[in-house]
């Protein structure tokens, strides 16, 4: 199989990177935010989602009915990364787990209102799946959804809602049938997130994220705001974190330490010995290096799995991925650390900090990576069960 990228993908992968050259902007292209890069959460970052927007590079893989130019997903792994390369925002949840939903699942209504306001990134979405009882256990969900005349009543809590501080409309899960089996119980809303009877309290977390959490008291919702199929939630869901363990965490951010770091080794002298002469140094950043490349192999999988799959995103690799880069990111900070020595917990902002103070702040930022989307030990019980035919542990 052919690794390399075709030269219609080259000449974009260029096009991108001679744009966000042109573009750059240290205001929005911010890499001590870390996590947080990616998303739209100020004027500056969603003024600079509307010019992706204008240039056409927004849903470039959905059906041409939508708004889309149904080119290969290729492009948009291509553009995200290069988004996640300069620490700019990236398209994330509106047009890689929502949008593609709402196109296999969602009602013309729901197609009709939402996929433009994507394509021209006029809206920003907030995703609740965890509660207090439902986070790896996502089918657990206990927020009430009661039917009512024309639409539901919605009442409960959801827990770690990220950019619901922000977000314009609200993405759900909701339990509508609780007699079901917990996952056939389960049903999938948006809702404006300023819609009276939701409360966002936030929840400030290791780094510099804030995640939320939020209450609803009597929400209503119309009918035709239900996602899909009563009861399908779930399926949907699954679905869509599939998506989101690729897109919401890309390569390149390991990628962009993985080169600093060596940088920094090539460079920097520690009690007047060159650190580059130091065995121990060496050692692990030649590990770092080849974990690094492994991980590049493994998300050229996915994409190549993507590629020739049936549009479903292939739930395995995806883990597969999720599994390794987060990891690896994490270890690629806490070696760095160990490298820089005691300087290296000095903050961004100090004037002697190594590496400006980058891996203080990204060895703090990666420790929610092996959480989100799954944790590292639900990546586990997924590749044991779907790709070793192990039988389930719970
Ligand atoms: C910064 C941040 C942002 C987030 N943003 C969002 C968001 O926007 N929307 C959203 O819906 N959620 C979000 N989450 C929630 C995230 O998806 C959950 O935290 C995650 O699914 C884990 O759930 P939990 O915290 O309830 O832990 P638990 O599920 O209680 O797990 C606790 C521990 O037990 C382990 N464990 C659980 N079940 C098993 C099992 N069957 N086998 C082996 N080990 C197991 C877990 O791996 C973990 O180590 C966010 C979380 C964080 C930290």
């Not at 897109?247 to 951010?253: A, I, K, N």
Request: proline share 5%; net charge neutral.
């Amino acid at each position: 199989m052919d690794f390399d990228f075709t030269p219609q993908e080259q000449a974009f992968a260029d096009d991108v990177e001679a744009w966000l050259v042109a573009n750059h902007d240290p205001v929005v292209m911010d890499p001590t935010r870390e996590n947080f890069t990616q998303l739209a959460d100020t004027p500056e970052r969603r003024a600079f989602m509307k010019k992706l927007a204008n240039k056409g590079w927004l849903g470039m893989s959905w059906p041409k009915e939508y708004g889309g130019q149904e080119i290969e997903g290729i492009y948009e792994f291509i553009l995200n990364e290069a988004l996640a390369r300069h620490a700019a925002p990236q398209i994330g949840k509106g047009v890689g787990i929502i949008g593609k939903t709402l196109i296999r699942h969602g009602s013309e209504k729901l197609k009709r209102e939402f996929l433009p306001k994507i394509l021209k990134a006029e809206i920003e979405f907030a995703v609740g799946y965890s509660e207090p009882q439902a986070g790896s256990d996502a089918a657990n969900m206990q927020l009430k959804a009661e039917k009512v005349e024309g639409g539901w009543k919605l009442n409960g809590q959801k827990m770690w809602t990220t950019s619901a501080h922000f977000a314009d409309w609200y993405w759900v899960g909701a339990r509508t049938d609780p007699e079901k089996p917990k996952h056939d119980g389960l049903s999938l809303f948006l809702i404006p997130m300023d819609h009276p009877g939701l409360e966002v309290q936030s929840l400030p977390t290791i780094g510099k994220d804030t995640t939320n959490q939020v209450f609803f008291q009597d929400v209503f919702v119309p009918d035709e705001y239900l996602v899909g199929q009563r009861g399908k939630g779930f399926q949907y869901i699954s679905e869509a974190l599939d998506l989101e363990r690729f897109t919401m965490f890309t390569l390149s951010p390991i990628t962009e330490r993985t080169r600093v770091l060596i940088e920094y080794v090539k460079e920097a002298r520690r009690d007047d010995r060159p650190l580059k002469d130091d065995p121990n140094v060496r050692r692990l950043v030649a590990q770092i290096a080849t974990d690094t490349a492994v991980a590049k192999a493994l998300s050229t999988r996915f994409v190549c799995a993507a590629k020739s799959g049936s549009g479903k995103p292939p739930t395995v690799q995806s883990s597969q991925y999720k599994l390794f880069t987060t990891t690896l990111s994490q270890r690629v900070c806490k070696d760095a650390l160990d490298i820089c020595g005691a300087s290296g917990q000095l903050r961004v902002d100090q004037d002697d900090a190594p590496v400006s103070g980058r891996f203080e702040g990204a060895y703090r930022a990666t420790v929610n990576e092996t959480v989100g989307g799954g944790s590292s030990e639900i990546q586990k019980n997924i590749i044991a069960r779907r790709h070793l035919g192990l039988p389930k542990n719970f």
